[in-house]
């Protein structure tokens, strides 16, 4: 019927029926646990406890070592209505402006076709920029903001008005010092200007210079590469690695490398649009299954092995299951204990992109593998990105010898693109040492733990304040609905004010009803700021009404009152 | 070498409450397995999604599915039908009437007339000659959408021979009107335009 983020599968794990004989629900789920879903206060009593073990169910067969909780609550029914209501009424006065506009009632700032070139063929259809101009150019001075500091735990943003509605902007010459920082990727706190990395990054610079000037494969090959290279291997747990200048570019040219054309590729439905490029480039079929369901991949993965390629059914070439370590837009860890053992049994290959993952999750940083506790044996291919916790930029992949040997000669990241950046390389160098310990300190696993912590205090806070907060209770990504289309950006502007700089996110890079606002914890964010940042955020979620949940820790509630 | 964080966590020396057991701190699973995945085999051919955190080419397509917005629709006609009756003009028969008739009217501007997207999908513009009803479920026949948006003129119909008491004029208006909004959701006629009209 309706769909919504609750009626989304949720918790889909592998086909397994419970053996304590309650009766499924639909689709094997267990369905007393439908009624538990609005009448429980926060605190479960102990007769839920059987609910949860059995719900949980897959730590009943051992694949889970710690409890995955996360929650995705449900759109409430008047919220969705005003949604589509404030939506409706955008929209008749989208179409009312355009009436103006169109009859030079009012000034166009939209750009136009040339005087010469009126008669020939549209380039562009006017209505596919409606939402544009009507609705994203009102809320536009969300974005692009442009900073003048380092991406810390605080930043510095010029300040910038706008005297026609945001269609064009002046900058008024003064800086807005100490905004804190909440949308930066920046997980461990390595975004900063001083400290041992960056004095690291300093000297190479006067030793090698910036630019490389050439390819991998020619004559860009330092030996700043090959010593990284090994560090990334030995960080991972894998046999060899490779790193490439862009993250994006790492996805999208190191798929069509690895599949082509006879081969299949199941990806999930959130996936970021550069596996989703690399995909595309590769000429696979590509088939998606609904996120983290894994009811939805094993039927798709049976579903291809007993049928076969579409007309000829003869077997696909391979199978390459892309999934993501932590999902920057729902917050959600993927299920890697439950797609490892998927693709064990149905002998299908694993592209794991961690590039929120990498550094953030798992108690020695390590990422996904390490905070489930699995082999990276497991996984076929890792992948991940530098920019997030490491404070540089660029991929990595790591795998096998054969695996790399192959990449270093077939990637066209490799051959085709320029090596990167000695400083930057540097900067990896020094803060994957700090993080694994081999530069003597104490510092990376403290700042890992402080991740922990601040993620855990923030998310716990949020919750208790009755904001719905979407994804698992270990990542560090933390969404926040907003729903409304005028939320999104009044939002944004009262943090702005507030001295606090956040990142909203609309339709259509969410579902229509679902806008967000997107908090990335940082290690460098210190118990004051946190609290700072949550004392804002409850003062203007109280002054714009976007605290939905129904599931309020109502004993908080009644003390703090 | 900077000093070691301060560490802290909610337990009883922080937060002066008791704290909760630990078998409390779990959050409740909410999320419901209930969905069919058509649109995803069929439609979702594979796209590069720019600016978009989902693979969803066009968005359009799900937008009649998400949630609330059949009661959206109806609470829309109702309170369409209230200001109809708040005028002191009109009597009850042509109050209904008129509801059918604009309501009827808007649907077949909106879901038969208005082609294309109002933003820009990545497949490249495939969907720009298609009306809304000819995306919705990239074009899959008979879903529960299709039927509700079938179904509701149809309901508004009888409503209004009933409060017009089946007078002959308000039953050719309205029964025009009806057909001008159902003849284009056959399937028959997915795609298919009538002397080139609306063709691009």
Redesign the interface.
Known sequence: ????????????QVCHRVKNGVKPG??G?IKN??H??HQ?P???Y?ED?VQ?TT??GSSGLGLYSR?F???????P?LV??L???GY?IL?IFGYLRDFLRDWKIERCHVAREREEQRDFVPLY?D??????RNLYMRIRDSWNRPICSVPGAKVDLVERVSPDYNWTFDYTGKVVEGVINMGSYNYLGFAENT?YCADASAEVTMKYGVGVASTRQEMGNLDRHEEMEELVAKFLGVESAMAFGMGFATNSMNIPALTGKGCLIL?D?????SL??G??LSGST?????HN?M??LEKMLRDAIVHGQPRTHRPWKKILILVEGIY??EGSIVRLPEVIALKKRYRAYLYLDEAHSIGALGPGGRGVVDYFGLDPRDVDVMMGTFTKSFGAAGGYIGGRKELLEYLRSHSHSAVYAASMSPPVVEQIIASMKCIMGEDG???GR?RV??LA?NT??FR?RL?EMGFIIYGN?DSPVVPMMLYMPAKIGAFGREMLKRNIGVVV?G???????ESRARFCIS?AH??DMLDTALSVISEVGDLLQVKYSR?KRLI?DQ?QD | ??P???????TTEETN?PS?PL??N??????????K?LG??IG?????????????VN?NT??M????????YA??VGMLHIVLLSIPFFSVPVVWTLTNIIHNFGMYVFMHA???????TPDQ?KA?LLTHWEQLDYGVQFT?SRKFFTISPIILYFLASFYTKYDTTHFVINTASLLSVLIPKLPQLHGVRIFGINKY
């Not at chain 1, 909780?69 to 759109?75: G, K, L, N, R």
């Not at chain 1, 439905?269 to 649009?273: G, I, Q, R, S, T």
């Not at chain 1, 339709?507 to 009803?513: N, V």
């Open positions: 019927m309706t769909e919504s983020s609750a009626n989304k599968p949720a918790n889909g639909r689709n789920f646990h439908h538990y879903h429980q926060m605190y479960c102990p406890k949860h719900c949980n409890p909780i996360e929650s995705f609550e449900e759109t029914m969705a209505v949604t589509y209501m409706g929209t259809q209505f596919e920029n409606f939402y544009t400290g990806s439905e959130l996936n970021h649009a989703v490029l995909a595309r590509i088939r998606v299954f609904k369901n009811q939805s920057s837009m300190t104490t510092l403290d733990q402080q912590e855990l205090y716990r919750t209770n996110v339709f259509p890079a969410t579902p229509i009803i290690a210190t118990k599931h908080y003390i | 070498m900077q070691k964080p301060k560490t802290w966590s909610l409450l909760p078998e409390m779990r959050q409740i699973i909410e999320r419901v397995e209930d969905y995945f995803n085999i979702n051919k594979n796209k590069m999604n720019v600016g978009v955190a989902h693979s969803e968005p799900r937008v599915n998400s949630r609330g917005i059949w009661l959206t609470l829309g208005v082609k294309g997207t109002p933003f820009e513009g720009r529960s």
